[in-house]
């Protein structure tokens, strides 16, 4: 009896390190942000109460969140924010199944060239990675001059949404295609074979087989990569536009240079119930895949 | 004319020869069983004929008409794996209808096929089910039914019961023998369980490092062995290495005429089946070591005066000591091949 006791408490002791971090680090902060953004204002707290166009109320109200949703700028950002979400997600999810069917059915050197080239963004930091875009792709920049030099016109994707959603898929995909092949590399090649064997062509087993089969990792690559679209900032900062900005952007905006600390806080609960949307859909999805074992 | 034909079937892996100079023929409605130990490229084999693996050498013709520019989708052929490959988001119907669909057939067409299939292999009232759902058996079941539902010129079976628990394994075998009687398809199935191919097998092919070592009836295998691998691979038999001397053969305790075709001092081997060991009132003597009772026969473990050790299968009685006769007797020369078979008259002048 006294040893289960002390097994119970050794438990409890190695538990609690990691529940107390999480909730000094996560829990508290995105409570006290959740108080700050329905009108709670710490008079105490300078990091609260120094900053413009507060809202105070002793109730809880919705007013910060009214006043940035009817916004114009806020609604652009938001409107591109989930645009660029969107399209990234699919390029990533485009390319970084293309790559990992490379890996692991392309031609032998094929397959092993692509299989030790695509981890190589995640080896470049973010801001030397955006700095390379803009140099290559910007106005004036290599490309620039190289189709300049044949006689073509060209315009740059950088400060865009294209080139927003470049250096993001750029970031992200080291991640999506190790995942998405780590997937296709625990799919029985006899699987695939039997498919084959039936008649099916390249496109059927994919569609009809492969992705199916994939579901899982597919949607943690989507679910995973949405969630961290949506709140990016480096990638949209260096080679987005001006206006509108995507959310991450507009968050650091609203607390560095307008001074607004509770919008900025509004603006993060704006895009974490966004990103537990997408959360919930992928468990969803994946209750929905483990049904049939 | 033969149905498929393989003729110099060559596939190497890293420059060793898996498959080597491969020849031989499948005749319709034939079951041909390819049966070796791991590694002897009856699966190669296979999945060259699939379509899975191209051959560096040789052809596989069908019809008279070479496969091998053909992917595997466009063969003649159904395949059922080692492995249970039934899809497992897909129902059984679905599992069964896929390769149907892909040929937009009629959706009454499919629906009836899936129905009879289903039937055919007994389990129609699996459609609604997933694999996940399914016994190892019942899904083995369903991945023949979803080969046979195409209605292929030849189906070939990759050990397709070696998951399964032995009892299985043997209904599985019989319900297979009885299914290809009634639809009388043609059928290359790959093995390394002796029983399995002997039971199911019009002709058996065993293979060995890539060659072919015997093709024949099972009972021809059984009973008359080319080589000594073969004799050695199928079944239970007992080896004697012996010598030809003076013009007799020296084995064991068994001193008798040499065959012809065998030289002076050539090693030679003997093999003699445990069933066709029994004791008698003469031949030489054996003292009983173990005896197992396995149920509908027993079997012992006998040692001879040189101290040499032979198995013997008998219903009967059996001594601690007495005198033992071999019935019939193979003889293979130091190539491995077989030089000659003493019969009993053979033996009657056998001197031991």
Redesign the interface.
Same mark, same amino acid.
Request: proline content about 6%; aromatic content about 8%; some cysteine.
């Given at each position: 009896m006294k040893n289960s006791w002390r097994e119970a408490l050794i438990g409890l002791c190695l538990a609690a390190l990691p529940v107390a971090a999480m909730f000094v680090l996560v829990v508290l902060p995105a409570f006290e942000g959740l108080r700050f953004s329905l009108g709670y204002v710490p008079g105490d707290n300078p990091a609260y109460s120094t900053g413009s166009h507060l809202v105070t109320s002793s109730t809880p109200t919705l007013e910060v969140y009214r006043t940035l949703l009817s916004s114009p700028f806020v609604q652009a950002d938001l409107r591109l924010t989930l645009t660029v979400t969107l399209f990234t997600v699919l390029l990533i999810l485009l390319v970084g199944y293309s790559l990992a069917l490379l890996v692991r059915f392309g031609p032998g050197r094929l397959g092993a060239a692509v299989r030790s080239l695509y981890l190589i963004p995640m080896f470049v930091p973010v801001v030397i990675a955006a700095y390379a875009f803009i140099t290559l792709y910007g106005s004036r920049g290599w490309l620039d001059a190289l189709l300049h030099h044949v006689g073509i016109g060209y315009r740059s994707p950088i400060y865009g949404i294209p080139g927003i959603v470049m250096g993001l898929v750029w970031s992200h995909l080291p991640f999506a295609t190790l995942l998405l092949g780590s997937g296709l590399d625990a799919l029985p090649e006899e699987q695939v074979e039997a498919a084959r064997d039936s008649g099916a062509g390249f496109l059927s087993i994919l569609w009809r087989i492969i992705l199916p089969l994939n579901l899982t990792p597919t949607m943690i690559v989507a679910a995973f990569s949405g969630i961290s679209v949506l709140g990016s900032y480096t990638v949209p900062a260096l080679l987005g536009p001006n206006a509108p900005q995507m959310v991450g952007v507009a968050m650091e905006q609203y607390f560095g240079a307008y001074r607004q600390p509770q919008g900025a806080v509004a603006l993060a609960m704006i895009t974490f119930a966004l990103a537990a949307a997408i959360g919930a859909l992928y468990v969803w999805g994946i209750s929905r895949t483990r049904r049939h074992g | 004319m033969a149905l498929l034909e393989l003729t110099h079937l060559q596939k190497q892996y890293a420059n060793l020869g898996v498959v080597r100079d491969l020849n031989l023929e499948v005749a319709e409605g034939e079951v041909l069983c390819l049966l070796g130990p791991s590694g002897c490229g009856k699966t190669t084999t296979l999945r060259m004929v699939? %379509?899975?693996l191209q051959p560096d050498g040789g052809d596989i013709r069908m019809d008279g008409k070479s496969l091998l520019r053909l992917?595997?989708?466009?063969r003649p052929?159904?395949?059922v794996?080692?492995?249970y490959?039934l899809?497992?988001?897909m129902s059984v119907w679905h599992n069964v209808a896929? %390769?149907l669909g892909?040929?937009r057939r009629p959706r009454a067409e499919i629906e009836q096929r899936v129905k009879d299939v289903l039937e055919l292999v007994g389990l129609p009232e699996m459609a609604r089910r997933?694999p996940?759902q399914l016994s190892g058996g019942q899904q083995q079941r369903i991945?023949l039914a979803?080969?046979l539902v195409?209605e292929p010129r030849l189906l070939l079976l990759d050990e397709p019961f070696a998951n399964l628990d032995a009892q299985l394994r043997e209904r599985m075998r019989d319900e297979l023998l009885s299914l290809q009687r009634r639809v009388g398809i043609t059928m290359i199935f790959v093995t390394h369980d002796q029983a399995e191919a002997l039971v199911l097998a019009h002709r058996i092919a065993v293979m060995r490092e890539g060659n072919l070592e015997q093709i024949a009836a099972p009972d021809e295998i059984y009973n008359r062995p080319a080589t000594r691998f073969v004799a050695a691979f199928v079944g239970t038999m007992n080896l004697l290495e012996g010598k030809v001397s003076a013009g007799q053969v020296i084995a064991g305790p068994f001193r008798f005429p040499v065959p012809s075709g065998l030289k002076d001092g050539e090693t030679v081997t003997l093999a003699i089946r445990p069933e066709d060991l029994a004791f008698a009132s003469g031949g030489f003597p054996v003292r009983t070591v173990q005896v197992a009772n396995l149920g509908h026969y027993r079997r012992a473990t006998l040692q001879t005066s040189e101290g040499g050790e032979l198995l013997a299968f008998t219903g009967g009685e059996i001594p601690s000591e007495g005198l033992v006769q071999a019935s019939r007797v193979l003889v293979y020369g130091a190539s491995g091949k077989l030089a000659g078979v003493l019969e009993p008259q053979a033996l009657a002048q056998v001197k031991p």
């Amino acid at each position: 009896m006294k040893n289960s006791w002390r097994e119970a408490l050794i438990g409890l002791c190695l538990a609690a390190l990691p529940v107390a971090a999480m909730f000094v680090l996560v829990v508290l902060p995105a409570f006290e942000g959740l108080r700050f953004s329905l009108g709670y204002v710490p008079g105490d707290n300078p990091a609260y109460s120094t900053g413009s166009h507060l809202v105070t109320s002793s109730t809880p109200t919705l007013e910060v969140y009214r006043t940035l949703l009817s916004s114009p700028f806020v609604q652009a950002d938001l409107r591109l924010t989930l645009t660029v979400t969107l399209f990234t997600v699919l390029l990533i999810l485009l390319v970084g199944y293309s790559l990992a069917l490379l890996v692991r059915f392309g031609p032998g050197r094929l397959g092993a060239a692509v299989r030790s080239l695509y981890l190589i963004p995640m080896f470049v930091p973010v801001v030397i990675a955006a700095y390379a875009f803009i140099t290559l792709y910007g106005s004036r920049g290599w490309l620039d001059a190289l189709l300049h030099h044949v006689g073509i016109g060209y315009r740059s994707p950088i400060y865009g949404i294209p080139g927003i959603v470049m250096g993001l898929v750029w970031s992200h995909l080291p991640f999506a295609t190790l995942l998405l092949g780590s997937g296709l590399d625990a799919l029985p090649e006899e699987q695939v074979e039997a498919a084959r064997d039936s008649g099916a062509g390249f496109l059927s087993i994919l569609w009809r087989i492969i992705l199916p089969l994939n579901l899982t990792p597919t949607m943690i690559v989507a679910a995973f990569s949405g969630i961290s679209v949506l709140g990016s900032y480096t990638v949209p900062a260096l080679l987005g536009p001006n206006a509108p900005q995507m959310v991450g952007v507009a968050m650091e905006q609203y607390f560095g240079a307008y001074r607004q600390p509770q919008g900025a806080v509004a603006l993060a609960m704006i895009t974490f119930a966004l990103a537990a949307a997408i959360g919930a859909l992928y468990v969803w999805g994946i209750s929905r895949t483990r049904r049939h074992g | 004319m033969a149905l498929l034909e393989l003729t110099h079937l060559q596939k190497q892996y890293a420059n060793l020869g898996v498959v080597r100079d491969l020849n031989l023929e499948v005749a319709e409605g034939e079951v041909l069983c390819l049966l070796g130990p791991s590694g002897c490229g009856k699966t190669t084999t296979l999945r060259m004929v699939a %379509g899975f693996l191209q051959p560096d050498g040789g052809d596989i013709r069908m019809d008279g008409k070479s496969l091998l520019r053909l992917p595997p989708e466009r063969r003649p052929t159904g395949m059922v794996f080692q492995r249970y490959t039934l899809w497992p988001h897909m129902s059984v119907w679905h599992n069964v209808a896929f %390769g149907l669909g892909l040929r937009r057939r009629p959706r009454a067409e499919i629906e009836q096929r899936v129905k009879d299939v289903l039937e055919l292999v007994g389990l129609p009232e699996m459609a609604r089910r997933y694999p996940a759902q399914l016994s190892g058996g019942q899904q083995q079941r369903i991945a023949l039914a979803r080969a046979l539902v195409l209605e292929p010129r030849l189906l070939l079976l990759d050990e397709p019961f070696a998951n399964l628990d032995a009892q299985l394994r043997e209904r599985m075998r019989d319900e297979l023998l009885s299914l290809q009687r009634r639809v009388g398809i043609t059928m290359i199935f790959v093995t390394h369980d002796q029983a399995e191919a002997l039971v199911l097998a019009h002709r058996i092919a065993v293979m060995r490092e890539g060659n072919l070592e015997q093709i024949a009836a099972p009972d021809e295998i059984y009973n008359r062995p080319a080589t000594r691998f073969v004799a050695a691979f199928v079944g239970t038999m007992n080896l004697l290495e012996g010598k030809v001397s003076a013009g007799q053969v020296i084995a064991g305790p068994f001193r008798f005429p040499v065959p012809s075709g065998l030289k002076d001092g050539e090693t030679v081997t003997l093999a003699i089946r445990p069933e066709d060991l029994a004791f008698a009132s003469g031949g030489f003597p054996v003292r009983t070591v173990q005896v197992a009772n396995l149920g509908h026969y027993r079997r012992a473990t006998l040692q001879t005066s040189e101290g040499g050790e032979l198995l013997a299968f008998t219903g009967g009685e059996i001594p601690s000591e007495g005198l033992v006769q071999a019935s019939r007797v193979l003889v293979y020369g130091a190539s491995g091949k077989l030089a000659g078979v003493l019969e009993p008259q053979a033996l009657a002048q056998v001197k031991p």
